[in-house]
């Protein structure tokens, strides 16, 4: 009640210090876009806008601009990332592939590219979709990729339609890479962000199964986040880390 009797034309909230807009989420975002707001600066958080907005930059051009070497709040290494980012954001506009520029990788411990460990034959290529709208959610389709011993691109897939199946799909699916990685050691499981591994860590909990099979590929370290990869790895000249937008560079 408050902050309507307060409004006030000449000064509207800010969209972008709000997560949802609701059925304003088409205006919330028009809006955004026509004050090219630093919101759309990939990894951009909403602390560091309120950081340059002091610092008086307010939009994604003036921050792929700035001479500033120092924001208050805004470490320099984070400075100098985000000005590259926004940089390439402004270069990319209108091309198909975005431009992109590797990070230095001469760093311990080891970051980006240098957490890519040596290609094996066995190597898998997982993905996951749940649906989560019902009681408990449920994880729906499990997918690899692999290759077989000719070098066919190959895709597996297990489904499940209720709770048993998607406890069956789980015990499957762990069978057949802790199978793969027993046959060689150097085998690896590439995921993109952490939802995969996140999932399975919580059906292994809920259904009690394959808890020895999963904390050996954990302890281990079988799962590759390509996220992590990526975001240490690559400055990519898209608004967003997601799968979707990385997947415009290939």
């Not at 919330?28 to 909403?46: G, K, P």
């Amino acid at each position: 009640m408050q902050a309507q009797q307060a409004w006030s034309p000449e000064t509207p909230p800010d969209p972008a210090y709000y997560k949802y807009h609701g059925h304003w989420s088409k205006q919330a975002r028009s809006e955004l876009a026509e004050r090219d707001h630093l919101c759309f600066t990939a990894t951009i958080t909403r602390t560091q806008i309120k950081h340059f907005h002091a610092a008086g930059i307010d939009t994604l051009q003036q921050l792929s601009e700035t001479a500033l070497e120092h924001v208050p709040g805004v470490s320099p290494v984070l400075l100098d990332r985000l000005k590259v980012q926004a940089r390439l954001q402004r270069s990319s506009i209108g091309k198909a592939r975005p431009d992109y520029q590797l990070v230095d990788h001469d760093k311990e411990p080891a970051t980006g590219l240098q957490l890519l460990p040596p290609h094996s034959a066995q190597d898998v290529f997982f993905d996951m979709e749940g649906f989560p709208l019902i009681e408990d959610g449920l994880e729906y389709l499990w997918g690899c990729t692999y290759f077989t011993d000719n070098g066919e691109r190959t895709f597996l897939d297990f489904w499940a339609h209720d709770a048993v199946a998607e406890k069956r799909a789980f015990e499957n699916i762990i069978d057949w890479v802790y199978a793969r990685w027993k046959a060689d050691s150097s085998m690896h499981i590439y995921h993109y962000a952490s939802y995969e591994v996140s999932a399975c860590r919580r059906l292994m909990g809920r259904f009690g199964t394959r808890e020895y099979e999963l904390d050996q590929l954990l302890r281990n370290e079988v799962f590759v986040d390509l996220y992590r990869v990526v975001r240490q790895g690559l400055i990519v000249g898209e608004p967003r880390y997601s799968i979707k937008n990385i997947e415009l560079l290939y």
